[in-house]
């Protein structure tokens, strides 16, 4: 089992930059892939970004291409999402998760879940 609390959230003016940290108790995070993902108001959760257990592969939703990049420390049991060139559709709650699998895309393959943190990008 693993327990995720996700912070560094709030408001940036379109352009600007921000980085989401996803810190993660329990004695097995190393074995997981991580993802995050986002969901606007009425909208439904969608897939970010992931990365393999390891840190040595990642995958990116087309839209953040580019722009966001996901990272890992095993050592200190947190996962990073980097966020740069923020645009306004970027605005959601950002929630971090763990998989057994990868790569994965849908929130189904996560079993553990944060809280979310919420990101709005202001024009």
């Known amino acids: 089992q693993v327990q995720l609390v996700e912070s560094g959230g709030g408001l940036v003016q379109a352009g600007g930059s921000l980085r989401l940290s996803c810190a993660a108790s329990g004695r097995t995070f190393s074995s997981y892939h991580m993802g995050w993902f986002r969901q606007a108001p009425g909208k439904e959760r969608l897939f970010v970004a992931a990365?393999?257990?390891?840190?040595?592969?990642?995958v990116y939703a087309d839209s953040v291409k580019g722009r966001f990049t996901i990272s890992r420390d095993n050592a200190k049991s947190t996962v990073y999402l980097q966020m740069s060139s923020l645009k306004p559709e970027d605005t959601a709650v950002y929630y971090c998760?763990?998989?057994?699998?990868?790569?994965?895309?849908?929130?189904?393959?996560?079993?553990?879940w944060g809280q979310g943190t919420q990101v709005t990008v202001s024009t």
């Open positions: 998760a763990a998989a057994t699998v990868f790569p994965a895309r849908e929130p189904t393959s996560y079993a553990h």
């Open positions: 990365i393999n257990w390891r840190g040595g592969t990642t």
